[in-house]
């Protein structure tokens, strides 16, 4: 019998062998209702075709739903299921449902805390690259319609058709900014947390970068979301890290950037974005983020800045690894060959270096006579 079955079943005509075939890799997205079962979305008890979809949030949750509820128009915001009862409609017309309701953040205090929690992950990986801003910043939460409006008024940002927060920064004289930071109200704690890293550093390339620097717009947008990716990876938020990856918003140039990244660390592609000749990177030629521009030093200046920089100068650290290796002297990064303006106290100096060894850099000052080792500070030993 076993035999002969399958040879019914092998005599079937082509395009209803490749129907069946078809049908069965539906059946786990839709099915029939088992004795018992209730739709997840209103609650009533399962007697027809089901359909079971996952949510779109970081919970990855599987939902039941029944086939009258796939037909109602109104979602939730977060995670993009039906909505039928128990659900909250918010100033905007957004809707959240009765799952995400206390997990949207809709209270300023909230979504300060949550920025407030970043801010040491943020100054730490911003560590010795220029001003940090910080009590220069205004955090506001705002609802998506507002956000829409303030998005509508500020010229020079990068279109987003999934807003979800934006930075508007202005001169406040004598080189201070201010910065106005909004998010949108209704997104989680987690999304928030991925969020504000953009945000705050698109104050940051505004705070570091000077007036001549020509940064592409996707770039600038793909160094915000390098920024939230690094924090999203030290945090182990692997959907948020999924997310960025996934978005299409900087037109792949966080795909660019999280490899060179990865390549040259963060601290050389932050470097680059302060003072590099290119406006952008482009996948085949990573090289190129050591192309920085040379700074002029003014006249007089050297001078007295001689009996200064072997006192002040300090080899901060060594990374990368063959002939990609830099040293990070003071507040810039430098591999073999470069050289930049680095702050010393309240002034700088035009530092070039000659050479990186095993825990040295040989560099040279300008106008001074020769060249400097500076040493590695050895960690000191665990107890």
């Known amino acids: 019998m076993e035999s002969g079955g399958a040879m019914r079943h092998a005599s079937l005509p082509g395009w209803l062998l490749i129907a069946a075939l078809a049908l069965l890799l539906l059946l786990p997205a839709a099915g029939r209702a088992q004795s018992g079962m209730l739709c997840d979305v209103c609650g009533t008890r399962l007697t027809g075709p089901t359909f079971e979809t996952v949510s779109r949030d970081e919970e990855a949750r599987r939902i039941v739903v029944c086939e009258a509820c796939t037909h109602i128009p109104t979602r939730c915001f977060l995670c993009g299921l039906p909505v039928h009862h128990g659900f909250r409609e918010l100033g905007d017309g957004r809707v959240l449902c009765e799952h995400d309701i206390p997990r949207g953040v809709l209270d300023p205090a909230t979504a300060m805390e949550v920025f407030l929690s970043l801010k040491p992950e943020l100054f730490s990986m911003f560590r010795d690259l220029g001003v940090l801003p910080d009590r220069n910043i205004t955090l506001r939460l705002v609802d998506q319609r507002e956000l829409q409006s303030v998005f509508s008024n500020t010229p020079g940002v990068h279109p987003d058709v999934s807003l979800q927060g934006l930075t508007r920064s202005r001169p406040a004289g004598r080189g201070v900014w201010e910065h106005e930071i909004f998010l949108c109200s209704g997104l989680t704690r987690q999304r928030l947390a991925a969020v504000a890293p953009h945000e705050f550093t698109h104050a940051w ?179």
């Open 205 to 383: 390339v505004r705070e570091n970068t000077p007036r001549d620097r020509k940064l592409d717009a996707d770039t600038e947008e793909g160094f915000c979301e390098l920024a939230a990716f690094q924090l999203m990876t030290e945090r182990g938020q692997e959907w948020e890290r999924r997310q960025i990856l996934a978005n299409t918003y900087t037109r792949g140039k966080i795909g660019v950037l999280v490899k060179v990244s990865d390549d040259y660390q963060f601290h050389r592609v932050a470097a680059w974005i302060k003072g590099g000749v290119d406006a952008t990177l482009e996948s085949d030629r990573p090289d190129r983020l050591i192309a920085m521009k040379t700074a002029k030093v003014p006249s007089g200046f050297l001078v007295e800045a001689r009996t200064r920089v072997p006192d002040t100068l300090v080899l901060k650290g060594l990374s990368g690894s063959g002939a990609h290796r830099f040293a990070l002297i003071n507040d810039a990064t430098l591999a073999a060959g470069e050289q930049a303006r680095v702050r010393v106290g309240d002034s700088n100096v035009v530092v070039r270096c000659e050479e990186i060894r095993q825990a040295s850099a040989v560099v040279r000052v300008a106008g001074s006579p020769g060249s400097l080792e500076l040493q590695l500070t050895p960690r000191p030993a665990s107890p």
